[in-house]
């Protein structure tokens, strides 16, 4: 399967943006999702794990949903901050088959 | 705090055969499973492999099924990836991560090593 994610966006500082990760076959809540930052020269830290929970140490301007009707999911960042400027992975899986999957990344542009 | 430092990268010739490394430390190692990721130059991430927290079970993207080779010793500490018949394509930062439940496949994230880098050209 696929996860497709647009390529960039980009918003101004304390607004909110949303990037979205559609699933291509099988329902979007039939695995859990997970959104990963990567700063430039940077390796990926986790922002959201199991669709929607946030670790320790993430700002709760942070978050996560799932929507079955379209069949993806959605990372949201408000108050947005030029140090959240970065790209961002979604990533699923098939526990079935054994298979690990990202999105293309998308980079977000705080102007 | 949780650990996990790659090594093993390097600049090798098509065909030719390299082993990375990774070191775990902060956490009891062999409580958890493990992966390797890795990203090719200006690309995105990429699954490689998997190893359940006592090697049993090992799981491949099909792009490196045949030629790589994921195993640990947890008596060390340590994580290996064999990669064999390297080829252009396998270019890139190869990160290891960590399964974020222990005795499980959850097929996640929650840790990463700051990689290290492979160069395949002749």
């Known amino acids: 399967f696929m996860l497709t994610q647009p390529h960039s966006v980009s918003e101004s500082p304390g607004k909110t943006v949303t990037i979205s990760c559609t699933r291509s076959?099988?329902?979007?809540?039939?695995?859990?999702v997970q959104w990963y930052q990567q700063r430039p020269g940077s390796a990926p830290t986790t922002v959201i794990y199991?669709?929607?929970?946030?670790p320790s140490g993430v700002p709760d301007r942070f978050s996560g949903s799932i929507d079955r009707s379209s069949n993806s999911a959605s990372l949201t960042i408000s108050g947005l901050k030029s140090e959240d400027e970065a790209d961002y992975y979604c990533?699923?899986?098939?526990?079935?088959?054994?298979?690990?999957?990202f999105g293309g990344g998308t980079k977000l542009t705080v102007l | 705090q949780v650990q996990l430092v790659e090594s093993g990268g390097g600049v090798v010739q098509p065909g030719r055969s390299l082993r990375l490394s990774c070191a775990a430390s902060?956490?009891?190692?062999?409580?958890?499973?493990m992966s390797w990721v890795r990203q090719a130059p200006g690309k995105g991430l990429e699954w490689v492999a998997f190893?359940?927290?006592?090697?049993?079970?090992?799981y491949y993207a099909d792009s490196v099924k045949g030629r790589f080779t994921i195993s640990r010793d947890n008596s060390k500490n340590m994580l290996y990836l064999q990669m064999n018949s390297l080829r252009a394509e396998d270019k890139g930062v190869y990160y290891c991560a960590r399964d974020p439940k222990e005795w499980s496949e959850m097929y996640f994230f929650d840790y990463w090593g700051q990689g290290t880098l492979v160069t395949v050209s002749s």
């Open positions: 902060g956490f009891i190692f062999s409580y958890y499973g």
């Open positions: 190893i359940g927290y006592d090697g049993r079970n090992q």
């Open positions: 199991e669709d929607e929970q946030r």
């Open positions: 990533q699923s899986y098939d526990s079935n088959n054994h298979i690990v999957v």
């Open positions: 076959s099988v329902s979007i809540a039939s695995n859990y």
